[in-house]
């Protein structure tokens, strides 16, 4: 793991996913409180091995990927964020997720704006997206928190969905 990769906050420790991450990355990624909304929904523990080694690659690609968010103090697993390009051409694309405990403490918030900052200044991306169901209100409420705004909109299969943007000042 190539340590510029790191990034710390107040409260949080970010890096990125490897895999001895599995065990906890599987326990979220299970759990229908966190996944069953997301893109793809609750996965199994051969899913997510899979998308482990594709994060991993990633990053490899990138200089950009997913983190798994653990708290300074403890150590604990508390979800994960990251920056993943979309499946549907939408771009570069925030996506965060955290244990249902870690919800409401403002972690969230925390690390979707670290990792934002590391995608704008040190990946250097100029546009970067995040993409919410309409009737998310606590992501909403954590993408406009951090500064990016409203872009658009689209249909998932009969869900109405936001998509927001950030992009680079210079």
């Not at 249902?100 to 900052?117: H, I, N, W």
Request: glycine letters at 12%; hydrophobic letters at 45%; one cysteine or more.
């Amino acid at each position: 793991m190539n340590p510029a990769w790191c990034v710390r906050t107040g409260r949080l420790d970010l890096q990125p996913v490897w895999g001895g991450d599995l065990p906890d990355l599987c326990a979220l990624k299970s759990d229908p409180r966190v996944f069953a909304v997301m893109l793809g929904g609750v996965r199994s523990a051969v899913q997510t091995a899979a998308e482990l080694a594709q994060d991993i690659a990633f990053w490899g690609r990138h200089g950009v990927g997913m983190w798994t968010v653990r708290e300074r103090s403890s150590g604990e697993f508390l979800g994960i964020v990251g920056i993943l390009l979309r499946p549907d051409g939408r771009g570069m694309a925030l996506r965060f997720a955290l244990e249902p405990d870690a919800q409401g403490r403002g972690f969230a918030s925390e690390a979707a704006a670290a990792a934002l900052r590391f995608g704008h200044d040190r990946a250097g991306l100029n546009r970067i997206v995040a993409v919410a169901r309409e009737d998310n209100f606590a992501s909403r409420s954590v993408l406009g928190a951090i500064g990016m705004r409203p872009a658009g909109e689209f249909d998932r299969s009969g869900v109405p969905m936001l998509i927001y943007e950030s992009i680079r000042s210079v």
